[in-house]
């Protein structure tokens, strides 16, 4: 009777045994099964396994067969040539397979089958793990065939693995800790933008939080996470949770991208493509309540390479047209860029499953939303600089000048150093513009205020006050050197003649060693007064000025706010 067991258990395979010694730890199984396609998926056990079909693996791709709509068999030997029986881990490591199902020899010459998969409930499986893990057992001095066969309407990947116990349970070990550190630093991203966007309220921020959250919860589901831990008893919701998912992270994917680059002012006919694009991940979001697994899987895999190619495109015209968070945006893109290739690639079926093609994709979005995160400080530096830069004349404003001349005014005072101010108002401005145009008036305050910017020394700040007057802050200038540099950038811009004739300035001028100056509004005060002084005395030269206290002012009083005269 045991002979008889043994003959059945040993019947002739084409690839030879894989022998499991006292050394053996784990092997992959790709080199050592031999496959049977079952176009129709009506073949039952005893006749597939009395098949002659049976064909050792492609070497390019191996077992993984992508999408298809055949059933695959798949058998194995395993030699145990020892004296000691040996106690067997078969792991399947992609756990999106439909229908997964092995028939092993038992010991009273029957066959212990086993019924698993992603479409029934996650008790089906011998072992609690994201991953389908079968238990194999080969008696000393003899030799096992197994069979499996896999089914699903998504991609039939199959990557098999041989451990001994104790190996496995390493290789688990070593998984959860980078599965740790993986979803650890998705929640410290989401966690940190989180409370970025609550400070800052940009959009941008909370269409990169709802693209984190949704793509982090499509790689829990791609990697059997939530069917373990978060619906076990529902594999329907846990293969639609997919589709749902990665709908949701092309939708906020591209509205992330529209509102960080600006897509709809400098790209609009790119940007009425990503909302088109939008709109039919939003069809395949709703179709998901109602089409099959089967049906929409293969367009979304799609979809997500156009989306990503898009976004990659815009990102490139970003970044030639200058616009500097768009580096680390595309630097993004390109590694999730790489690791979608590489994954879509292996899902049909080009590419042979390995730790690179399954695990590229899901490496590559960490380091996307890393980059995307430092892309997102890089725009919050752009704003911030744009609202304290003047449009037109690219210098800074009156709010970074309420800014500087406090902080300079503090640290001379602290260091004993002098600082000076000059107020600058370019003369007849108003009867120019009445006669000339404003166009032709913008293209003069822009040239004076390049003729100021060039005029200065490295560190001094040229900040436009508003309409036609501009501050010079001067550090570490007493009131000979500013008299002098206040001159000089008088002659500059006389020099510069428009076609409509000479420009000239009045610049007043005063400095923080000045008798009277005790804070930063009499050092304004003397310097505007001494500017008022200049265009009494004629225009078109420069005055040195006393702090004119209104009554009653102390020494808080504030800077009058105007726009010059």
Request: proline content about 4%; aromatic content about 10%.
């Amino acid at each position: 009777m045991v002979a008889a067991v043994a003959l059945a258990a040993m019947q002739s395979v084409g690839a030879s045994p894989l022998e499991v010694d006292a050394e053996f730890a784990s092997i992959p199984l790709g080199s050592h099964v031999e496959v049977l396609e079952d176009p129709t998926g009506t073949l039952d056990f005893d006749a597939a396994r009395a098949s002659a079909a049976f064909k050792p693996a492609p070497p390019k791709v191996g077992t993984n067969f992508g999408f298809t709509r055949s059933s695959w068999w798949v058998r194995f030997t395993l030699a145990n040539r020892g004296a000691v029986d040996r106690e067997l881990m078969l792991r399947e490591d992609y756990p999106l397979i439909d229908y997964l199902e092995l028939w092993a020899p038992d010991r009273s010459g029957g066959w212990r089958h086993v019924s698993t998969g992603d479409r029934t409930p996650f008790a089906s499986r011998e072992f609690v793990h994201r991953d389908f893990i079968f238990e194999l057992d080969v008696p000393a001095q003899s030799e096992r065939t197994f069979y499996l066969r896999a089914h699903s309407d998504g991609p039939v990947d199959l990557n098999l693995l041989l451990y001994r116990p104790h190996a496995l349970v390493g290789a688990i070990s070593t998984e959860q800790l980078a599965y740790g550190a993986y979803y650890g630093g998705f929640l410290v991203l989401v966690l940190y933008n989180f409370f970025l966007f609550a400070i800052v309220r940009d959009r941008a921020i909370f269409y990169y939080l709802l693209y984190a959250s949704s793509y982090g919860l499509y790689f829990a589901v791609h990697n059997g996470l939530t069917f373990q831990f978060l619906w076990p008893d529902s594999p329907r919701w846990a293969n639609q949770a997919l589709l749902v998912l990665l709908a949701l992270a092309l939708v906020f994917g591209l509205k992330f991208t529209r509102t960080f680059l600006g897509t709809g002012n400098f790209l609009p006919r790119l940007d009425k493509l990503a909302v088109a694009l939008q709109g039919l991940a939003l069809f395949a979001l709703a179709a998901s309540f109602f089409a099959s697994y089967g049906v929409l899987i293969q367009p979304l895999a799609l979809l997500t390479v156009l989306v990503t190619v898009l976004i990659i495109v815009m990102g490139t015209i970003g970044l030639f047209k200058g616009y500097r968070p768009a580096r680390y945006f595309m630097l993004a893109w390109g590694m999730l860029l790489a690791g979608v290739l590489a994954y879509m690639l292996k899902v049909f079926g080009l590419l042979p499953h390995n730790m690179l093609t399954q695990n590229g994709f899901q490496v590559g979005s960490l380091l996307e939303m890393v980059l995307l995160s430092l892309a997102l400080a890089s725009r919050l530096r752009e704003l911030r600089r744009q609202s304290r830069t003047d449009t037109l004349t690219k210098v800074p404003n009156r709010r970074s000048f309420d800014e500087i001349l406090p902080l300079e005014f503090e640290r001379a005072r602290r260091g004993g150093n002098a600082l000076a101010l000059l107020v600058v108002d370019i003369d007849h401005f108003k009867q120019f513009n009445d006669r000339h145009g404003h166009a032709r008036g913008d293209e003069v305050l822009k040239l004076v205020a390049e003729r100021l910017r060039a005029g200065v020394r490295r560190g001094d700040s040229v900040c436009r006050f508003g309409g036609e007057e501009f501050t010079v802050i001067l550090p570490d200038a007493d009131a000979r050197e500013a008299q002098r540099i206040a001159e000089s950038l008088r002659r500059n811009v006389e020099a510069s003649a428009s076609d409509e004739g000479s420009i000239t300035i009045s610049i007043g001028v005063a400095c923080s060693r000045d008798a009277g100056i005790a804070t930063v509004d009499d050092l304004f005060r003397a310097a505007d007064a001494a500017l008022y002084r200049a265009k009494d005395l004629g225009r078109n030269r420069v005055e040195h000025g006393e702090p004119q206290r209104p009554a009653g002012a102390g020494e808080g009083a504030v800077v009058p706010s105007r726009a010059g005269a």
